[in-house]
């Protein structure tokens, strides 16, 4: 059963954007994080951004001042709106949902995760 779904990944210029969504098909209202992670060919999944239930929002520092994460509850949909993206941003993008940790930031504290949704960015 799919529970989260990612869109809106693709490919884009170095220096443009892309915008993520993720649609919640499942009650959310008791998992206090909701975060975006990525994964890289060859690297580890990174935690990229998060929001909290009370929308507290947190950012990686490679990530600070470019993206940006929201939600909308009515609509059960996260975003993450990546504005000048770089080469190394390209990646296999996740979002889930999940609970407390520092920041939002703890891959294992997540109980649900979508199957991703590529980003590929070229110079």
């Known amino acids: 059963q799919v529970l989260l779904v990612e869109s809106g990944g693709g490919s884009a210029q170095a220096g443009g954007s892309l915008r993520l969504s993720c649609a919640a098909f499942?009650?959310?209202?008791?998992?206090?994080?909701r975060g975006w992670f990525r994964q890289a060919a060859g690297k580890q999944r990174e935690w990229v951004s998060s929001?909290?239930?009370?929308?507290?929002?947190y950012y990686a520092d490679s990530v600070k001042g470019r993206f940006t994460v929201s939600q909308d509850n009515a609509n059960n949909t996260l975003y993450l709106q990546m504005n000048s993206l770089k080469l190394e941003d390209t990646a296999v993008y996740f979002c889930?949902?999940?609970?407390?940790?520092?920041?939002?930031?703890?891959?294992?504290?997540?109980?649900?995760w979508g199957q991703g949704t590529q980003v590929a960015v070229s110079a």
């Open positions: 929001i909290t239930v009370g929308d507290n929002t």
């Open positions: 889930a949902v999940g609970h407390s940790s520092p920041s939002c930031s703890i891959s294992d504290r997540y109980a649900y």
């Open positions: 499942m009650n959310t209202g008791n998992m206090f994080c």
